[in-house]
């Protein structure tokens, strides 16, 4: 447009044109052709002047002098910006600026080739400047978070620069050819039921390629490139996976930078949900798709997109329509594209047991995309959100939250779950007056969002997890080797230094029964995670079968997920416990073994279930004769830790490879009668709080005590026998007092020794 000003006006000036101007007019139209002129070249410049992190480098590198590097980088527009996408306000920076410390002098700087942009010289400076590293950190900012706000300051500015190339291949590729459609046939209507595929908000405000989704796109672009044959089946349980990467495909169409055969084509989506409404006579519906298919061949440029193919192909089987039959000559066709979204399950169920349909696809299988192939998208979405709602995202609160989503929500796939946090942050943080999204921020409201705790701790909590081991015993009675373990493994996971890959924590309890392995797992579900019921529970005896892994995991065969993958996903946050746990059959060993070591495992419809965020505590009574010999020979149960060990992996009750998995393996000992006398004190305790709420009072003696400890000592059974005598002998007696009106609200209940039956010799 420039240019064409410019001769214009350049004719006009000299008038050689059948048009008669007066010397003022001449001069004006000079002006106007000189202005033309340099607009052009400004235009040119723009275009040429080289790539996004040279570019926004040499504005640092002009304005830094020999003496303080640092400080160039702090005051220059790009730095300014990369620290605020570090979450660092400028107040801060000026602050760290002008403080008293030693500049790094730019001589010194041993500048590479990897240095040559933005992110690459921000790392350098990192690696160089102490007093820098210092500084960031001092806000949590390390070196990845550092660079990669860099680089997305280098991107950010590589799109706004992209916008003034006017004749950049991009830009001119995207204005729409007046000759193109008529290259093609005289209809690119395929009707109501075929309509302009449709690009999200964010695909359509990609300038720059990221990439994200290159490598399925590039597959896409080479099955549509085929003479024969030429379409895609997406095989993705997530269909916004499936229409991204479609959308993708068609955004580069629309730039003029998709490969030549792929050029100036149109992408149509087949509404065949309402396709399938309209028609209930099978001819008609068979009409109506070979019109549509013949009209899109007809056309030539179409590339047609089908979402959910076998809810289509199921969809029109009633009206006893043999989809893959009927469409199987125009996916033939070379004059038509196809890209079909299916998900796993309805792969296998429906598409990979018809030959005519399988021939004619060629699969897509997108990689699972985590938290940090995430980040691309999540960094896509930001601007719009920030001129919505007047904020600005930090890079380390971004990363966070795509991490979080990533080990948190338990459902939906990355980065669609990710981007639902994004949505979800932006309002919460304009609630609560946040101007600048920093990293807690993120951590803060997806611990709000999943009553998962992943913020930093805070006082209370902190003064609770410090003092744990106290929490524990006032439920636990002994046990301190066993309560030590469990309490440094969770404040280890708590602190952020354990394992994210892995469950939160995993213990494998050995000893007899009834001496507190339950009731530490209902303890620590209490004091950890605020309820005793933040606790699945499972009793590994009914899992000993053939059928007992289809029944955790499910079965493809009956479309059914399976007990522990629905269990876990409604309680994804707590305390799994597992009972007995020797008694499991062999193949469930294994799925626990994989959940150890992975923190997941996938269940029979292919769908991952989340494990990352359980405490897994195990059970078993294996070893609980050598635990008594050794206590009954008064020696050390740690010291002979490592032997009793040996002995049951020796038994093969356990592989010594799944022992190995767990955090921490803890034998608990048979309880002594001063632990039994605390228990049934304990118990007594917990009956007295029941009377109190009936205006009742229950006195409780030495007598009580001793009494409950000579009825209730089996070593067989530990300390249940003490709850069992306190049922049997104690509340029997004081539920017959209240019955018979001896006792009623207002009295005091006192138990004395001839009210007890004797025990039994």
Request: contains cysteine.
């Amino acid at each position: 447009m420039a240019l064409l000003f410019a001769v214009a006006s350049f004719l006009f000036s000299f008038g050689p044109m059948p048009l008669y101007f007066g010397a003022a007019d001449g001069l004006f139209f000079l002006f106007l052709f000189l202005y033309g002129l340099f607009s052009l070249l400004e235009f040119f410049y723009n275009s040429m002047k080289g790539t996004a992190g040279d570019y926004s480098l040499s504005e640092v590198i002009f304005a830094t002098d020999e003496i303080d590097a640092t400080r160039a980088l702090c005051e220059s527009h790009s730095g300014q910006e990369i620290f605020v996408r570090a979450g660092i306000a400028p107040k801060q920076v000026q602050d760290f600026v002008y403080a008293n410390r030693v500049p790094v002098i730019v001589s010194i700087l041993a500048i590479e080739e990897s240095h040559t942009n933005l992110a690459g010289y921000a790392g350098l400076l990192y690696d160089s400047d102490k007093s820098l590293q210092s500084f960031l950190a001092s806000y949590s900012v390390n070196k990845i978070e550092w660079q990669g706000a860099a680089n997305w300051v280098d991107l950010s500015r590589e799109k706004r620069r992209q916008r003034e190339r006017f004749w950049s291949r991009e830009n001119l590729g995207a204005i729409p050819s007046v000759g193109t459609s008529w290259a093609y046939g005289v209809s690119q209507d395929l009707g109501v039921y075929g309509v302009a595929f449709e690009l999200t908000t964010r695909i359509a405000s990609i300038e720059t390629d990221n990439g994200y989704r290159a490598k399925e796109v590039s597959a896409l672009e080479s099955i549509l490139e085929r003479r024969e044959e030429s379409n895609a089946l997406i095989v993705e349980d997530d269909e916004s996976v499936a229409r991204d990467i479609a959308g993708r495909l068609y955004k580069k169409i629309k730039l003029g930078t998709a490969p030549a055969k792929l050029e100036h084509k149109s992408m149509i989506e087949l509404d065949w949900q309402r396709l399938v409404s309209d028609f209930k006579e099978k001819n008609e519906l068979e009409a109506e798709l070979l019109k549509l298919f013949g009209g899109a061949i007809a056309a030539g440029n179409v590339i047609l997109y089908i979402r959910d193919f076998s809810g289509f192909a199921a969809g029109v089987k009633p009206l006893g329509l043999n989809l893959p039959s009927l469409l199987s000559p125009y996916l033939a066709s070379p004059d038509l594209q196809v890209v079909a979204h299916t998900t796993s399950i309805d792969f296998h169920f429906f598409i990979e047991t018809s030959p005519a349909l399988l021939e004619r696809f060629e699969r897509v299988i997108p990689d699972k995309a985590g938290a940090e192939a995430s980040l691309p998208v999540l960094l896509e979405r930001v601007p719009g959100l920030e001129r919505t709602y007047k904020i600005i995202f930090s890079y380390p609160a971004i990363r966070t939250l795509s991490e979080l989503s990533e080990r948190l929500v338990t459902y939906g796939e990355m980065p669609s779950k990710a981007l639902d946090s994004l949505e979800g942050l932006a309002p919460w943080a304009v609630k609560r007056g946040i101007r600048l999204v920093r990293e807690n921020d993120a951590a803060e409201f997806m611990q709000e969002k999943t009553g998962i705790k992943v913020a930093e701790l805070k006082a209370g909590e902190a003064e609770r997890i410090e003092r744990l081991e106290d929490l524990l015993h006032e439920r636990v009675v002994g046990q301190d080797e066993a309560i030590r373990l469990v309490a440094s493994a969770i404040r280890r996971a708590r602190s952020g230094v354990g394992n994210p890959k892995r469950p939160t924590a995993s213990f494998l309890f050995f000893g007899p029964t009834g001496v507190g392995k339950t009731e530490v797992s209902k303890a620590l579900a209490e004091s950890f995670f605020g309820d005793e019921k933040k606790m699945i529970r499972f009793d590994m005896s009914e899992y000993s079968g053939p059928e007992a892994l289809s029944r955790l995991i499910g079965s493809f065969s009956e479309n059914k997920s399976g007990i522990l993958a629905g269990r876990v996903r409604d309680n994804p946050y707590g305390v799994m416990l597992l009972d007995e746990f020797e008694k499991s059959a062999p193949d469930v060993l294994d799925l626990f073994l994989q959940i150890l070591d992975e923190g997941s495992f996938t269940d029979a419809l292919g769908k991952e279930v989340n494990c990352r965020n359980l405490i897994i505590i195990a059970t078993s009574n294996a070893g609980s004769q050598i635990i008594w010999n050794t206590v009954k020979a008064d020696k050390s149960l740690e010291a002979e830790k490592s032997k009793i060990i040996d002995s049951i992996i020796e038994e093969k009750t356990f592989r010594p490879e799944l022992v190995n998995r767990f955090d921490a393996t803890i034998l608990f000992h048979p309880l002594k009668n001063t632990e039994l006398e605390s228990i049934a004190r304990l118990g007594l305790e917990k009956l007295a709080l029941r009377l109190k709420e009936k205006n009742m009072e229950l006195v409780i003696n030495e007598a009580l005590v001793n009494f409950l400890v000579q009825k209730g000592s089996d070593p067989q059974f530990g300390g249940r026998s003490i709850n069992r005598a306190i049922q049997t002998e104690v509340e029997d007696l004081i539920a017959k007092k209240i019955v018979s009106g001896e006792v009623r609200e207002g009295s005091r209940i006192e138990i004395k020794s001839e009210d007890l039956s004797p025990p039994t010799p």
